[in-house]
């Protein structure tokens, strides 16, 4: 008897990205094989992102998709996942009944079983506990082997007034510190040389288990991993970024300079409304102090443009306090209302000024981020190649400074064949655009 082919289409982010590795790995210790053409499977999974609304549509869009492809004789099954399905599951069944399966996060243990129902003509809607989502076992890696990305934790306890990331994961819960180290050596026993440390708050880990912060102590133990080369610390809360944690990150070496730090705004206003327990002046202080006791260190944020409360004086004070600060790495999107969140029913800017705004955010930032690429000629970064790129004749990867698929890219030619996963020093010879070019020295 052949096996059941299922092909996988995964949005948003990596959280999202390593659950679908958790259920790719169960269904194929069930006996499910994989192919990457969804025209070729008897069930495609959408594994889908419900954050803000350009992700739902997003989501939605995908949904549809693999639905025509099935009318038109591709699947015989569309399978959807993920955060979308978390949260509006409930009205797939009159807004999309051509979806069969629909699984809340809590059941994606059910995945298997609920495919082979609707193969045989029997559709599932399933929404069990959330904490019914396991936060270990086997994963299928959709990443290359030589990066992966490590959950500690699922949930949020935070609860800024925008986000509906609570409603959608629940409650904060920590992984067990021996589980997490126990998976970081099996993902460098196979080969991963960069790990990068996600939840929806990294820094927040262990609170809920061991009573104290326990991520200084967590990277301390990975850094004992041998083999490993990189180690990343992705979505930390500026609250939580204690002097032990920036110390940490200072003394280890594996650690890469580099935390991501999703601001939101600067406005003491704005942040208080969005529930933010720091204010403008302490934001400052905690960049100055990360700044002067980690050399060298690369702060990628985010912030939200046109958020409530926000006037054109708060709007211009976050244009001033990003001239002021260069980060040099950025991301900015509009507001988008949730619904069901404090946020959605308080006074905020039209879609299209906040979309404006968003803009002209990232307008502002691409002369500095330019002006910091073009600093950075005739240095020499350790790059990890990821690969040859035959539309610019060139091999590109990622410095210390570049987290995966979200930051610059490194190119460089080289006269000999270079792996995926080597680890080369590229002396910086142009910059163009975000990106640098450069040429090899010495391989690691």
Not at 282 to 295: G, H, M, S, Y
Not at 367 to 388: F, K, S
């Amino acid at each position: 008897m052949m096996p059941i082919t299922v092909g996988l289409v995964s949005l948003g982010c990596s959280k999202n990205q390593v659950d679908a590795e958790r259920f790719l790995a169960d269904l194929e210790g069930q006996g499910f094989a994989f192919s990457a053409d969804p025209a070729e499977c008897d069930a495609v999974i959408v594994n889908t992102c419900g954050f803000i609304e350009d992700a739902k549509a997003e989501s939605i869009e995908a949904i549809l998709e693999m639905c025509a492809l099935k009318e038109r004789g591709g699947p015989r099954v569309v399978a959807v996942t993920g955060c979308l399905a978390e949260r509006y599951g409930s009205l797939f069944a009159e807004e999309i009944p051509e979806a069969d399966v629909v699984l809340g996060i809590g059941s994606n243990h059910m995945l298997g079983e609920a495919i082979k129902k609707a193969l045989a003509g029997k559709g599932t809607y399933l929404k069990g506990e959330r904490t019914n989502l396991s936060l270990e076992g086997p994963r299928t890696l959709l990443t290359p082997p030589y990066t992966a990305y490590l959950k500690l934790a699922d949930g949020c306890d935070n609860c800024c007034t925008y986000c509906a990331i609570p409603l959608i994961r629940g409650r904060f819960r920590s992984r067990r510190m021996e589980d997490v180290l126990a998976e970081a050596v099996q993902l460098v026993e196979g080969g991963a040389r960069e790990l990068n440390l996600i939840a929806q708050d990294t820094t927040r880990y262990g609170e809920d288990i061991y009573g104290r912060l326990m991520l200084p102590e967590l990277i301390d133990a990975l850094c004992e991993i041998e083999g490993l080369v990189w180690l990343r610390l992705l979505y930390c809360y500026p609250d939580r970024v204690t002097d032990q944690l920036i110390d940490t990150m200072a003394r280890q070496p594996k650690v890469v300079k580099y935390i991501d730090l999703p601001l939101q705004h600067i406005s003491t206003a704005v942040l208080s409304g969005m529930n933010r327990p720091m204010g403008s002046e302490e934001i400052r202080a905690l960049l100055k102090k990360i700044r002067t006791r980690i050399p060298g260190v690369v702060v990628r944020t985010t912030f939200i443009a046109g958020l409530p409360g926000e006037g054109e004086q708060e709007f211009a004070e976050l244009c001033d306090f990003i001239r002021e600060q260069r980060f040099e790495r950025l991301g900015c999107f509009a507001f988008s209302p949730e619904e069901d969140t404090p946020a959605f029913t308080m006074d905020y800017p039209d879609a299209q000024q906040r979309s404006r705004r968003a803009d002209h955010i990232m307008q502002l930032q691409q002369p500095i981020a330019e002006e910091i690429g073009r600093a950075m000629i005739g240095r020499t970064l350790t790059v990890l190649c990821e690969g040859y790129d035959p539309e610019v004749s060139a091999y590109v990867g990622r410095s210390y400074m570049d987290a995966p698929d979200v930051d610059t890219r490194v190119y460089f030619k080289s006269g000999s064949p270079v792996e995926p996963g080597r680890f080369i020093q590229v002396c910086v010879t142009a910059a163009e655009g975000y990106d640098l070019w450069g040429q090899p020295e010495v391989e690691v």
